[in-house]
Structure formats: C-alpha cells, structure tokens
C-alpha cells in the first residue's frame, strides 16, 4: 500500500510557466499594448474636441433660448476670444460686450445672464438686477487640453454673436474647433438662428460633412 502511494506520488508534477513561456507572453502583451495605445489616444483626441465642441454649440443654442424668453433690450451676445490657439474662451452675455476677463458675476461688465433667484422678479439686465439674478456665462479650454478654437467667420464682420430678442435670428457665422490629432469639427450658426455641428474633413464619423465647407 505504502510502495503504491509512493509511486503515485511521484507520477504527479507541478505544472509550472517555462523561461521560455514567460518571454513569449510577455511579448505578445507588449505587442497587443503598441497596437492598442493609438486607438486609445485617437479614442481620448475625439473625445475632447466632441466635447469641446457641443459645449460650444449648447450655449449658443442657450443663448439664442435666452434671447427669445427674455426679450431682453439688446439680445443675447456669445463673447468669443479665440485666436487658433488652444488657449480660448468665450462667455454668454445679456450686454454685447462683456469683459471676458472678469471671473465673478458680480464684477462690471462680467459676462452674466439675469434669472430668477426665487424672489419672483427677474431683471432685464439695466444695471439694477440685485447679484442673486446673475449667472456668471464665461467659458474657457481649461476642460479640453490640446483643442484649437479658430476665432469666428461671422457673415459681415465680426467676431461676436448676437441674437435677436424678437425673433431668435443670428449674424451667420462658423466656429471651427480641431484637436490636437488634427480632427475638425465646426459649430455653424445660420441666419435664422439654427445651430448644427458639422465635420469639415470627415475625420468624426459622428458628424456629417455635408453642409461643412
């Protein structure tokens, strides 16, 4: 019984990795990761400028909403200061030149909207608005490392755009944004107020190219 058990207990062996296993998985890790890595970068690259980009889109499309709601005396102006860099900022303004520089709601000429603090009164905007109705509108690339913004294209002139307290309509206009593995994307903005995104290279499949020129 004893001899039995002795040889059968020599007949098991641990199995175990080999040197030569262990070199050959680790190679092909290191092959699926370099494969891996641009995918993920081009993944991470798109993202930011989709971001960048529909954030840009939504507070035009929020302004134009405000202007419309409001009727405030003198529209709704989106503030751009954006020269192909990837430093940029833009603000939302009852008045159509706010100060860009200015990071409270409460400072002169900050780019704010009035609202309603729950005091059942809203303001429109003439300078007698009490600080609870101001909502600080400024925006910058701090979320969105390696986004260009190009300064706006704005049919007639200009680098600002203002929409009608009446009728919701805009200066034409084009915002492009391209990030920092060349993609593009373009916030346009039409004449009656309509706001799309569009891709000028084709280079976001999410976003059609037609109408992008």
């Not at 840009?56 to 954006?82: C, D, K, Y």
Request: proline share 2%.
């Amino acid at each position: 019984m004893g001899n039995s058990m002795a040889m059968a207990g020599k007949g098991r062996r641990v199995k175990g990795f080999t040197l030569i296993e262990l070199m050959v998985t680790l190679i092909v890790a290191s092959i699926v990761l370099t494969l891996g890595v641009p995918g993920l970068q081009g993944f991470f690259d798109s993202k930011r400028l989709i971001d960048a980009t529909e954030q840009v889109a939504s507070h035009l499309q929020q302004a134009r909403m405000e202007a419309i709601a409001r009727s405030a005396p003198v529209g709704i102006t989106v503030n751009f200061s954006a020269n192909g860099t990837t430093t940029w900022q833009y603000g939302v303004s009852h008045t159509a030149a706010c100060d860009l520089t200015k990071t409270t709601s409460t400072d002169l000429n900050a780019c704010v909207i009035v609202t309603d603090d729950g005091d059942g009164t809203v303001d429109p905007g003439d300078g007698s608005v009490d600080a609870g109705d101001l909502v600080l509108m400024r925006f910058t690339n701090a979320e969105f490392d390696g986004v260009t913004m190009n300064a706006p294209v704005i049919a007639g002139g200009g680098t600002d755009i203002t929409f009608d307290p009446v009728r919701g309509t805009a200066q034409a206009g084009d915002i492009k944004l391209i990030s920092d593995g060349g993609r593009q994307l373009t916030v346009r903005v039409g004449i009656l107020g309509q706001i799309r995104i569009c891709s000028n290279d084709g280079s976001v499949q999410r976003y059609s190219t037609a109408g992008c020129v």
